[in-house]
């Protein structure tokens, strides 16, 4: 299983947003040179992020993006779930199943329970796990470096 880069750019770009300082407006530009994206990419998702309700944006001269609510409240199995367009391993977990083992094949059932188990996992974790600690100088420090198995394995569960 692969997470799409919508959603591997939009966990990148809400937890720039969150290292930010209160009431900070980030830009799409800002976002695009610290993560080397495009900017219509990252507008895109910033769109996308706002109308799920994690972004909120302002238009206009001055205008930007912040968190639309605190980051501890964003799950990033939400997140996941919000932007993934198909957890469907195999074509029998998909819609419009036509697989002639349907019924008589123990794998599909083993395999949605992996994908329930990893979005589970995900629901332990929030956006606020990914940051680094509070006065390590966060907002100026630039994007989160460390890499997902050392994130992971560096924080535990902040909510079953």
């Avoid at 990148?12 to 209160?22: F, G, K, S, T, Y």
């Avoid at 329930?116 to 470096?145: E, I, K, R």
Wanted: charged share 15%; hydrophobic share 45%; net charge positive.
């Amino acid at each position: 299983m692969r997470l799409t880069q919508m959603t591997d750019y939009a966990l990148r770009l809400l937890m720039h947003v969150a290292q930010q300082p209160p009431g900070r407006l980030c830009t799409s530009a800002e976002v695009a040179r610290v993560y080397g994206l495009s900017e219509a990419h990252v507008t895109k998702i910033t769109h996308q992020l706002g109308r799920a309700g994690w972004l909120a944006t302002v238009r206009g001269k001055g205008g930007g993006m912040r968190l639309a609510r605190p980051a501890s409240e964003i799950a990033l199995g939400d997140v996941v779930r919000g932007l993934e367009p198909d957890f469907a391993l195999v074509e029998c977990l998909g819609t419009g199943n036509a697989c002639v083992l349907t019924g008589q094949c123990r794998l599909s059932r083993i395999l949605g329970q992996a994908v329930s188990g990893f979005l589970q996992h995900l629901d332990g974790y929030t956006l606020a796990d990914l940051l680094p600690p509070a006065g390590a100088g966060a907002g100026a420090a630039g994007p989160v470096a460390l890499p997902w198995p050392v994130a992971a394995a560096q924080a535990g569960p902040t909510r079953n």
